[in-house]
T-cell receptor
């Protein structure tokens, strides 16, 4: 099946710093989604991207759908302690509207 | 309150003993899906359903069965569980298709001894 490579695997940053993480695919995706998972809970959608080149913001979060349709990045500006969690990218490719592939996740730790 | 409800939240059982994890959503969503989450592997899709009586395999369907007899329910069945199915399982639903934002349940942690 399709594979997504997400990096970095983990990040340790100071409060106030900016964060960047990205996902790359071996094949073209038609949709990119970014999720955050808090401990003991299910993932929650942060940003959805539907067109190549699209740049979308949600508060301090900004994500982009790569022009090649094989990558996406998520930036978090001015991090705060509640940004701690696992961030996942997810993509939908091909003709199946039901199949969704997730990246391995980026574990974010923010030191006050 | 709009939600996806999974039961049980935790289960320890033994190899070969059939089990069912239930999933129910109250948002009248057409699309439902099951994932397993393992350390370092992210979430991997097991099965999904675009609508009632329509189910398809995800990336890791082996050893699992699903059914979608009614819109709100999408149970995951392990006919003969094995230790490699020990994992954290999530059910999710969305209005239609994987494109739409998915609402996730709180997860079911299964341990197969």
């Amino acid at each position: 099946g399709q594979q997504l490579n997400q990096s970095p695997q983990s990040m340790f940053i100071q409060e106030g710093e900016d964060v960047s993480m990205n996902c790359t695919s071996s094949s073209i995706f038609n949709t990119w989604l970014w999720y955050k998972q808090d401990p003991g809970e299910g993932p929650v959608l942060l940003i959805a991207l539907y067109k190549a080149g699209e740049l979308t913001s949600n508060g301090r979060l900004t994500a982009q759908f790569g022009i090649t349709r094989k990558d996406s990045f998520l930036n978090i500006s001015a991090s705060i302690p509640s940004d701690v969690g696992i961030y996942f990218c997810a993509g939908r490719g091909g003709t199946s509207y039901g199949k969704l592939t997730f990246g391995q996740g980026t574990i974010l730790t923010v030191h006050p | 309150e709009a939600q996806v409800t999974q039961n049980p939240r935790y289960l320890i059982t033994v190899t070969g003993k059939k089990l069912t994890v239930t999933c129910s959503q109250n948002m009248n969503h057409e699309y439902m899906s099951w994932y397993r989450q393992d350390p370092g592997l992210g979430l991997r899709q097991i099965y999904y359903s675009m609508n009632v009586e329509v189910t398809d395999k995800g990336d890791v369907p082996e050893g699992y069965k699903v059914s979608r007899k009614e819109k709100r329910n999408f149970p995951l069945i392990l006919e003969s569980p094995s230790p490699n199915q020990t994992s954290l399982y999530f059910c999710a639903s969305s209005l239609s298709g994987g494109n739409q934002p998915q609402h996730f349940g709180d997860g079911t942690r299964l341990s197969i001894l």
